[in-house]
């Protein structure tokens, strides 16, 4: 089964160059290694306020959505679609003129093709776009399938398969928008409109007084931009959001219900990451230029945290070795971290494995490569992409690039493909990297590259 590769957001130049709570004794061995001597997470959390969240992922049983129907489904790192063996079968694309072959064809999503969905401003108002990439592994034919527009400006994205509202699982892009509400729109609908199948939080009403405005949020709701978004890949109905009202929240997508916020953070919150291994483990980095590692499993515990020289802009956590991560900040450097080193004493300074001045500006977006071990892709505001090599946690640059997508905001490297890069930026269009066109990426990798397509 193909899956898709990317989940990238970009936004039209301005300028013209330019309680999940469980049994704690069932904690897994990485995070008890980070608990260090007091073991804080290995005690049972008592007189929590936070909802239990475990009990309401049981009785949704996600596992057995994977059984509900028979389309196969394209799924990645943060956007998928759904195809069907044939026109005839898919719903959503039927035509009465069989004459317009060639055009119903341009809908089709085939098991090769790649998919890729772009948050995009143009003109003051939003739009995600999704795109195809035909033959992702040979020569790329890259075209715009269809366009959703979005009523307000999106400032976020994530990809997720569970069914909301009581429907059939199926492609659903999450968006963080700037109202402050979190939008989930229906890929698998060619002719959407602005109004997303689902929203978690925003404006229940806006009135006007002599004072100004007075708003009224819904219940649990955001009261800042949504800034940040990350889909739970196991407990597939949760989703962390990230807000400038300084808060996390965890929601359950299916019930459209908020059920636990966090108030761990100072100032704006940017980034979020789930740990790949352990699933309850949420990263979230902050412009207060902290990092805060929570388990879902024991809310009452305040977590860990590390210091970072500056507002934290992204983070990613090694695919390869649960226990490292990796944040970039708006200084032009990137850190990283072994949560290993975590000590329960918040006096203790938490220094990093490595600290490298990548970019001479805002480090904007990092990938991990999903097949080379320690390889990481930077996107900058300085328009250059680079890739690095973190080997031992001596980081060393293998190549760069300018894309000429202007300033980079995000970068993904595909699943299936994974030497292919997406990147978007501030001209507003999608830009790939076919990596192994670099000679010292081929170089260093190609063996890696060799053993993919044997396996494949």
Known sequence: MFKPVFDVCSEEDVESEEDMSVDASKQPAAIEQALGA????????????????ADGLDELNMDAYDDEDDAIDILGMGIGDTFYPSNELDPYLKDSNDNDSEEAEDMVIKPEDAVVVCAHVKDEKGQLLVNIIEDPDGEINQYVRNDI????????????????KGGEKGNFMAVGMMNPGIGIWDLDIINEDERAALTLGGFAEIQMNKKGNKIKYKEDSHTGPVLALAWNKVYRN??????????????????????ITMEHHTDKVQALAWNHKEHEVLLSGSVDHTVVMRDGRVPSHSGFKWSV????????WNPHDQHLFVASLDDGTIVGFDIRTATSNSSTELKPKFT?????????????????????ATGSEDKMVKLWDLSNNQPSCVASKNLKAGAV???????????????????????????????GVSKRYGTYARQNMASS
């Open 356 to 376: 490298l001045h990548a970019h001479d500006k805002n480090v904007c977006a990092i990938s991990y490569n999903p097949l080379v071990p320690n390889l990481l």
């Open 149 to 164: 527009d979005i009523a307000d400006f999106p400032l976020c994205t994530a990809w997720l398969d569970c069914p909301i």
């Open 409 to 439: 905001f995000t970068l993904s490297f595909s699943e299936d493909c994974p030497f292919l890069l997406a990147i978007a930026g501030s001209r507003g269009n999608l830009k790939l990297w076919d990596t192994l066109s670099d000679a």
């Open 238 to 259: 949760i989703l962390a959001s990230g807000s400038a009202d300084k808060t996390v929240k965890i929601w359950d997508v299916a019930t459209a219900k908020c059920k």
């Open 38 to 53: 007091a073991n804080a997470l290995g005690k049972k959390a008592g007189g929590s306020s936070f909802p239990d969240i």
């Open 309 to 316: 020289g500056a507002d934290v802009e992204s983070l990613a």
